[in-house]
């Protein structure tokens, strides 16, 4: 289980100019937000963990091992601070979790029989096709 106080201590955030809704404040304001995850640095991650979440978002995590995610939803840099803290607890939680084995399994006979007849019937049709001279 992850806890996710632990994890909010580690992230980073910076706050950057956002396109998007605002008109003539946008450009004054840094509204959007960046949030920074050091996965490496990580101590409330065990070493699994962190093996799933680079396999799972490798096209989030830069070179350095560094997980990005960012908002710019609202106008509102609190809003957007919570908003990202929220998406990035989800997909942590969602990136951590163990894939489920796959348990083998035989097509039923019923199954393997109508595969059969539709060859069958398609074989038919095909030879149905043909010329009968020949």
């Known amino acids: 289980m992850i ?3 632990e994890l909010i201590k580690e992230l980073d955030f910076r ?3 956002s396109s998007g809704p605002g008109g003539q404040h946008v450009n004054k ?3 959007k937000v960046e949030l920074y995850f050091d996965i490496e640095k990580s101590q409330s991650l065990s070493e699994i963990q962190k093996e799933r979440l680079l ?3 490798a096209t989030r995590i830069t070179k350095e091992k560094v997980f990005i995610l960012q908002n ?3 106008r509102s840099q609190h ?3 919570d908003a990202v803290i929220s998406q990035f607890l989800s997909m942590i939680t969602s ?3 163990a894939p489920k084995a ?3 399994t035989k097509p039923s006979k019923m199954a393997k029989l109508k595969r059969l007849r539709k060859k069958k019937i398609q074989s038919e049709k095909k030879q149905n096709r043909k010329n009968p001279l020949k």
């Open 15 to 17: 706050a950057v100019k």
């Open 55 to 57: 396999a799972n978002f």
């Open 3 to 5: 806890n996710e106080e």
């Open 72 to 74: 710019g939803n609202s």
């Open 29 to 31: 304001t840094a509204s």
């Open 79 to 81: 809003k957007n601070k």
């Open 102 to 104: 796959r348990k083998k």
């Open 95 to 97: 990136g951590t979790k």
